[in-house]
């Protein structure tokens, strides 16, 4: 949403998060402009979405629509948070990694269905509810793995830039192939004056010669899989040395829980403490 006074981020959180409000004696409601506004970004993307559009949908005036909502910034929002769903709970002894590659499936499945979700952009987008439940729900899974608070964090954040990184390709494609009216595939099929010229290459010929192309891996699931390789690592290394943590504040030894979250201060004393440091720093 918008960057603006305090007034602006107050009234942004209040619309986010009330619920829609009621139709007008027209019939015209918040949630039936977000629906329409769904709408014409599957279509044409984001590039594509104003708000005169939606209203010629719905058959309204432009102007009527911001008796519900201000601009179309916090249209794209509200757009954003109606679309999110939140996954169905799975048991815990499932594991951490594959309730997140269900998680991460799932948001795949929505982005190929709205793929306009990638093209919102930025870190000043105020979440509503939807996100933020979405949010606690993958922190949850990861949170008691043994990481630290800051690293289960940055798990979430790397998890989800990803799946906006490989669904932004899904986007610049279809936007490619609108403007052309040619697609991917054949537009690569008639480079022939590029391919005569890669033969001085010898590993892209190679690779080429022994069929790398021909059936090239799924980027979702191998980026997903390497990715979480990597975190499992981290884990088993945290694991691993879960019995030979020191207190962060003392660095007196830590007896820590054969379960759940390792401890990181040796007492209450010490946690206390750690927090006023943390406030007045």
Sequence with gaps: MTNGE???????VELLWQRGDEPTRSGLNRDRIVRAAIDVADAEGLA???MRKVAERLGFTTMSLYRHVPGRDQLVDLMRDAVIEIPPETKPDLGWRPRIEECVRRGWALR??????????????????NAVALYEHMLGIVADTGLSPAEV????????????????????????????????????GSRDALYARLDSYPTLTRLWEAGGYDQP????????????????LLIRKRDESRDET???????????????RPRSYCSRACQQRAYRERSTG
Excluded: N, Y
């Design 6 to 12: 305090a007034g602006d981020f107050e009234r942004d």
């Design 48 to 50: 594509g979405l104003s």
């Design 112 to 129: 190929v269905r709205h793929p306009w979700l990638a093209e919102v952009r930025g870190t000043r987008h105020v979440p509503g509810p």
């Design 153 to 188: 964090i940055a798990t979430i954040g790397l998890i989800g830039r990803f799946v906006d990184a490989e669904a932004l390709v899904l986007v610049e494609t279809a936007e490619s192939e609108r403007d052309s009216g040619v697609s991917e595939t054949e537009w690569w």
């Design 217 to 232: 891996e799924d980027s979702l699931e191998f980026g997903l899989a390497r990715m979480l390789d990597g975190i499992e």
């Design 246 to 260: 020191s207190c962060a504040i003392c660095g007196k030894p830590i007896a820590q829980p054969t379960s759940g």
